[in-house]
């Protein structure tokens, strides 16, 4: 079926229910950004396949709305249907809420799957629609009652999470989760989010593409701990030692009727961003429970590594370095030798010679390997039969990352194969200014994502220019590689603390011509105290040559230039132990001091 044809399908059980509209979300019943094939409805109606966006069908119009990373995939992806693109992240664009509001007549019915909705975006557009009488229809699944070959849930073997990766047992997260909510006043949580979950009970599988989780809820309270998921796949092992740490296993699904049937009185925080509708009324109806709205502590926890996972992680990344260096080597060889390159080859050599590396789980993400234009698309990725060859001229782009027992990695770097313009390489040299900038910076305790965001981001200012997407987002510890509730954007109030992750990675993207990006993960780190509070600031934990010819002469100040040349001493030192002679050879020539 075509676009259209699928939203021809979805009015027609619109006209049989009486419903005026249909909400399609980007997510699944546990609020992720990243799930699995079994719930990508939106994609499939709308034939866009980017994975943040919001599909709405009207009776005589349909939408897609996206944040400033899609917009050119969203453009070209639904040019062949009727849709409109809506471009969310553009002051004067309305919310898809807004729009309904505007253009659906009073007491009209909307549709959707309340368990693709968190509590608190019900809420809003509850009071939003009362102002016309809307309602909301939250068994209106047609996305995916049309969807007639949709893929089943696929459960993979779950394991216990070993503490000499993660530094704390799952026996000890629930000790301290417990401190938190009798902080907050409260005798229970519901763990609605996968990442959450994953990382209280300390269990891990490969459910989803390229984040080691197992599909999961969860349930704590002052003398139970449970974990929903589906048991069969859950080893003897496994069992055992999630036992040992006081935790109980029941099938996923019995998390409704477990919190309907629960008999002890409690008060059962809540956050309502993290629990889907349909969850939220379960518990509505057991009077012994008491909902507190208040936010959900293991964000925050898991957010602060622990000197374990920031020592493994910086492991990981010394694995991740050797095979971008292995990669890159491959690739110049291929080039000079006149070989054939593809974007959709790169792919998959960076993801062998990842793979080659001990303790390989997965890629953390599918690898964005981006030549020329195809870079001014942030999430692009390659396909086999959809990708450009790369020829010695330009710039290509590797976005990619890997899973390993010890971390979990996100680097991306912008090379020139061939000649570049003047107007690229300045491009280039800004980007790079600005990670530097975020780099050296020392700021004050207490400074957050909203403040640190214009370090990187002012120096594409002065260009007039700017980048459609933040500065930076946390990555976890073998879990998603985006997470929470730290990121560098003007809209994060969350404060910077010793131990928290984030990635600098600031960027140029000029549609159909070109796209740069230099990308390392941070860590935070304390700094000094003195008369004027506790200053903090960043150690790299990403050690990849980052590339220097394309670099416009006196741009660079001397510091800049000062702070290049030392991190490639880094790199150098860290990596070239464990290359042979001619990867040896490569890394000495691209991690060469620059001077002024």
Not at 19 to 31: L, Y
Not at 318 to 332: I, S
Not at 471 to 480: E, L, Q, Y
Request: hydrophobic share 35%; net charge negative.
């Amino acid at each position: 079926m075509t676009t259209n044809e699928k939203i021809a399908r979805i009015r027609q059980l619109m006209a049989r229910d009486q419903v005026q509209a249909v909400i399609i979300p980007s997510g699944d019943p546990h609020m992720s950004e990243y799930f699995s094939e079994h719930w990508k409805t939106r994609r499939f109606v709308s034939g866009f396949t980017g994975s943040g966006g919001t599909y709405v069908i009207t009776e005589n119009a349909s939408g897609l709305w996206v944040d400033g990373r899609y917009y050119v995939q969203a453009e070209k992806q639904i040019a062949d249907s009727e849709a409109v693109l809506f471009r969310a992240s553009e002051p004067d664009c309305p919310t898809f809420s807004q729009y309904l509001l505007d253009n659906l007549a009073p007491n009209s019915v909307v549709g959707l799957n309340g368990k693709l909705f968190s509590l608190s975006m019900m809420e809003q557009m509850q009071q939003l629609f009362a102002q016309k009488g809307i309602t909301l229809n939250i068994q209106a699944d047609y996305g995916n009652d049309i969807w007639e070959d949709r893929p089943a849930e696929e459960y993979t073997p779950a394991y216990y999470f070993d503490e000499k990766y993660c530094g704390k047992s799952a026996a000890q997260k629930l000790s301290e989760v417990r401190d938190a909510l009798a902080k907050q006043g409260c005798d229970a949580l519901v763990v609605g989010r996968l990442d959450n979950s994953n990382w209280l009970f300390n269990v891990r599988a490969n459910d989803i593409p390229n984040s080691p989780i197992a599909i999961s809820y969860g349930f704590v309270s002052g003398d139970q701990a449970v974990l929903f998921t589906a048991l069969s796949r859950v080893s003897a092992q496994a069992a055992e030692q999630l036992a040992k740490n006081g935790v109980t296993l029941r099938e996923y699904e019995d998390i409704y009727p477990f919190l309907s049937s629960l008999q002890t009185d409690a008060h059962v925080l809540c956050d309502p961003d993290e629990v889907n509708y349909l969850l939220y009324n379960q518990m509505q109806n057991n009077s012994h429970l008491t909902l507190v709205k208040g936010v959900d502590p293991i964000p925050m926890m898991k957010a602060v590594k622990n000197e374990t996972e920031i020592a493994n992680t910086r492991l990981a990344y010394l694995k991740d370095g050797c095979a971008e260096a292995e990669f890159y080597g491959w690739l110049f060889e291929a080039l000079e030798k006149g070989e054939t390159v593809t974007e959709w080859k790169c792919s998959q050599k960076i993801a062998e010679f990842r793979a080659q590396q001990k303790h390989y789980v997965s890629e953390s993400f599918t690898a964005i390997i981006a030549y020329r234009e195809n870079a001014a698309m942030m999430h692009y990725a390659p396909l086999p039969q959809a990708c450009s060859t790369i020829e010695r001229e330009n710039m290509l782009l590797n976005d990619s990352g890997g899973q390993y027992l010890e971390g979990t990695t996100d680097t991306t770097r912008t090379f020139a194969v061939g000649p570049i313009t003047d107007e690229e390489r300045r491009d280039f040299t800004n980007a790079l200014k600005g990670v530097i900038a975020l780099s050296r910076q020392r700021f004050l305790a207490g400074s957050t994502g909203s403040d640190l965001d214009t370090i990187c981001r002012g120096q594409i200012w002065k260009e007039g220019l700017n980048y459609r997407c933040g500065t930076g987002h946390s990555v976890s510890f073998v879990g998603n590689v985006h997470e929470g509730p730290h990121a560098l954007n003007s809209r994060n109030t969350t404060r910077m603390r010793p131990g928290m992750v984030v990635t600098d990675e600031p960027g140029v993207y000029e549609t159909d011509l070109v796209g740069i990006r230099i990308e390392n993960e941070l860590v935070c780190v304390h700094k000094a105290d003195n008369q004027y509070g506790t200053f903090l600031g960043f150690e790299p934990l990403t050690f990849v040559p980052i590339a220097t010819s394309p670099i416009l002469p006196g741009v660079l100040d001397k510091d800049e230039i000062a702070w290049l040349n030392d991190y490639h001493r880094q790199v150098f030192a860290k990596l070239a132990p464990h290359l042979n002679d001619e990867e040896r050879s490569w890394l000495a020539e691209k991690c060469a001091a620059i001077g002024c």
